[in-house]
């Protein structure tokens, strides 16, 4: 068996009716954070754990995300003939970052049929998930959110998926897991639960967008029936594969923001923006003021 984690999947055909109208011609993978799109912090994510393959499903107006992984002659040239070295070099790396596979989702059926739909391309291989609206930002000298997981299923072969403690108030945005210890910071999975009431939920580990799995996953989501908002939920595959072959999940070091809600967009634009060079300090002065205005 290969245990190496080459493949990821992002999942990019949802509907974003969390941010209408913005959404309505604009995949919301495409929103700003700064000054580059969500969808590339997440392929940088994938390229910084030496992930090579990227498959995107994409749905309806998604084509703005594989126009821009791909040469964009007029930008190219204008930087050139204004010397911009620098802003070229920059551009031409996104597109050399990883292979983008784009494949379509021809119907929003939920995220555990958007997953299904790459496994002509996943095949037998292992492979990892992110979410295209889950931004999760790792410092310098740590190791981001998936290579932490795809270190962990080489160790142990068995499909490895991040989590993370909210308030019990929250439970109800989240696929749930119902887990036990097996070491520091690490749970074995029985069960998932999509998104239960805060009285029903087993734990307050949820999770949080980020996963590496065995192509068995795949095969239960094909037989998946729809679920939960008559959707193909991917909390239902993964409750399959705990049971036949095991699942573990774990914390990761990242900071995550949720980029698809607008309050967790407008975080990260803010605390992204704080740690850039050129913005770093301006914005400080200006949420200062802010602060003394309010
Ligand atoms: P979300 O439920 O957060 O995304 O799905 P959404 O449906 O686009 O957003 P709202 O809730 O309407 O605002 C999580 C991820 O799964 C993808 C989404 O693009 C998002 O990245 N997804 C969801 C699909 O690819 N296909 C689907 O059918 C559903």
Redesign the pocket.
Known sequence: MNNKVKKAV???????????PA?KTI???MLPIVDKPSILYIVEECARAGIEDVIL?A?RNKTAIEDFFDTSHEVESVLEAQGKIDLLEHICSIKNLVNIISIR?K?????G???ATAAPITGSEPFAVL????IMISKDNQPSAIEELCRAFEDTHISTVATMEVPKEDVSKYGVIDCESIGVNKWSIKNVVEKPSPESAPSQFVLP?RYVFTASIMQELKTTRPGKNG??QLTDGMTAVAKKEGLHAMTVQATRYDA??KLGFLQANIELALKHPELKQPLTGYLKKLCETF
């Open positions: 992002i999942p990019a055909a949802g509907l974003g009716t969390r941010f209408l959404t995949p919301k993978e499903v749905g989702q119907f929003a059926h939920g995220l049929h958007a997953i979410l295209g609206d889950e967008g959707e193909v698809g809600d």
